[in-house]
């Protein structure tokens, strides 16, 4: 509902699937309305937003559904306006004939909606019926829509309320619908469906004994066609407003009073039938998870589908956003197959990320994958991407640990490469002896154990210093600094006796880069560089 031109108008309002994309409004034709066609005759406007917050109407569309000739008994009234994950939106109407015919006289009919295109769309019943509609619910979950039917019947083996559950695929085309409940006790069930594909029902119920009116929220239990109670409260009157949050929470807005001056928004956590942690009913998991710690030489991001799925429309994207600042560090388009490799099953896909993607220590970054990126393999229908703010990955803050090299002199060289087989055993003797004199916790020092050759033969050793496990401990900067001070000027240290006497004071300890470069020989004031 809004007010235009100070006036009331019977109108309704969807936002798109893309939010960038602005909302669509439908609303009655006053223009048909004055020729007696008004029940069938809706005005359509898409609206964009832009980046100042200024409306802009950029699409009419008038009189739809287009009534043919053949329609002019049926009375429409619009149900709900589905979002759909081609930026599109499906309506769905509830028609009814006036005129006793052959065909069914009540029910219901979708129809598409492109984003910005002005061209009608044919009708495509999707559900028919000969008794009235007591109420109709429908929502899209896990890209399809679903419609929950209620319709009353009275014979002589039953007398109470039928659901059906109509699953629509986003074209409008319907493919399945079945019984889901019966219910006899005069509940008057509302049903609502959640992100993720689950019912619930609501009913508001008079209790004789304690004189309060209570609000009854059950969930359905799909295994056993059952209905479990989940809540219920007390609420002031009978009037209430509630919808399904996308956190699979029910939003309940209850007067707190009778008069209706004050009123309570009660948030409920629903029950959730599946770990859905991507807002996606089709995505098992991700390498790495969500609110995983990620290196800055990650390469490769990996996501398992429940079902083999295929890549989709060539301009919907995957894209890293820095999170800080919404800077997009890669983005990558469905056309672009050297980033992707999909198993031969589909139940996979890896995507490449470029080196300069993860940049900076510290950070976050999120995974957005836009809607229509993936469809299902064997039924060919779009599926819902992963939107902003669920794949945040985060990189780790710089290590405090110290790689380099030391460097043995001429002569302990020439010994260490006669005795071959003994190389490692003398790798492990001279840390300890150097954990020993610096000191260091022998814990934080190791070595990958391969020596290698420099000019006249002369043999490095990698060493490094991790970073401290207690508070009292120094870290592996101060570390690294005094022992290259102690190899440095290892005539006046303990550096001079035992094994550690085979380090080569003019290389002392040379760091290790980030980028894999040794740092070249330090300033004599300070023979270490940062790394």
């Not at 409306?55 to 759909?84: A, F, H, Q, R, W």
């Not at 006289?105 to 019926?129: D, E």
Request: hydrophobic letters at 35%.
């Amino acid at each position: 509902m809004c007010f235009d031109s100070g006036t009331w108008s019977d109108s309704t309002i969807q936002l798109n699937a893309n939010k960038k994309l602005g909302f669509i409004r439908c609303s009655r034709n006053k223009a048909y309305e004055k020729n007696g066609n008004g029940w069938n005759s809706w005005l359509w406007q898409q609206y964009s937003i832009d980046e100042v917050g200024n409306l802009k109407n950029s699409t009419n569309l008038i009189n739809l559904p287009e009534i043919s000739y053949e329609d002019s008994n049926m009375n429409y009234s619009l149900i709900t306006i589905v979002p759909t994950v081609e930026d599109g939106y499906l309506a769905i109407f509830n028609y009814t004939n006036l005129h006793y015919s052959i065909t069914p006289r009540i029910g219901l009919c979708a129809i598409p909606i492109s984003y910005n295109n002005p061209n009608f769309s044919q009708k495509i019943v999707i559900f028919q019926a000969e008794q009235p509609f007591n109420s109709v619910s429908c929502d899209e979950a896990g890209s399809f829509i679903y419609c929950i039917v209620a319709i009353h019947f009275n014979n002589k083996t039953f007398n109470g309320m039928i659901y059906e559950q109509i699953q629509v695929y986003p074209s409008g085309n319907a493919f399945s619908n079945h019984e889901i409940y019966s219910d006899q006790n005069s509940l008057s069930l509302r049903a609502k469906i959640t992100s993720f594909g689950d019912l619930i029902f609501d009913a508001t119920k008079y209790n004789n004994v304690d004189e309060k009116i209570y609000y009854n929220i059950y969930y359905y239990n799909a295994s056993e066609s059952r209905l479990e109670q989940l809540n219920s409260f007390v609420i002031a009157n009978y009037f209430s407003v509630n919808t399904v949050a996308q956190n699979n929470a029910l939003l309940l807005a209850s007067p707190s009073t009778i008069d209706n001056i004050s009123w309570s928004l009660l948030t409920i956590p629903l029950l959730n039938s599946s770990d859905y942690r991507y807002d996606n009913v089709f995505i098992n998991k991700t390498i790495p998870s969500i609110n995983d710690s990620v290196d800055l030489s990650t390469t490769l991001l990996t996501i398992t589908f429940n079902l083999p799925v295929a890549l989709s429309a060539p301009t919907s994207y995957i894209t890293i956003y820095k999170a800080s600042d919404k800077s997009i560090r890669q983005r990558i388009s469905t056309t672009m197959h050297d980033f992707f490799n999909i198993s031969s099953d589909g139940l996979s896909i890896s995507i490449k990320v470029i080196n300069s993607t993860f940049n900076e220590y510290g950070e976050q970054y999120f995974v957005k994958i836009d809607n229509n990126f993936f469809k299902g393999a064997g039924w060919n229908v779009p599926l819902r991407g992963i939107h902003d703010g669920i794949w945040i990955l985060k990189t780790d803050m710089p290590k405090d640990r110290k790689p380099g090299l030391v460097r043995l002199t001429q002569e302990a060289s020439r010994k260490f490469i006669a005795h071959e087989n003994n190389q490692s055993a003398y790798i492990k003797s001279l840390l300890n002896y150097i954990a020993k004199k610096v000191p260091i916790n022998r814990s934080r020092l190791s070595s990958n154990n391969k020596p290698q050759k420099l000019f006249q033969d002369q043999i490095v050793i990698p060493i490094r210093i991790d970073a401290a496990t207690h508070d009292n401990e120094r870290n592996a900067s101060e570390l690294a600094s005094d022992l290259a001070y102690m190899i440095l000027f290892k005539n006046i240290t303990t550096i001079s006796s035992g094994v550690t006497n085979d380090l080569d004071q003019d290389y002392n300890l040379r760091l290790v880069l980030r980028t894999g470069r040794v740092n070249p020989k330090p300033d004599p004031k300070f023979r270490v560089g940062s790394g």
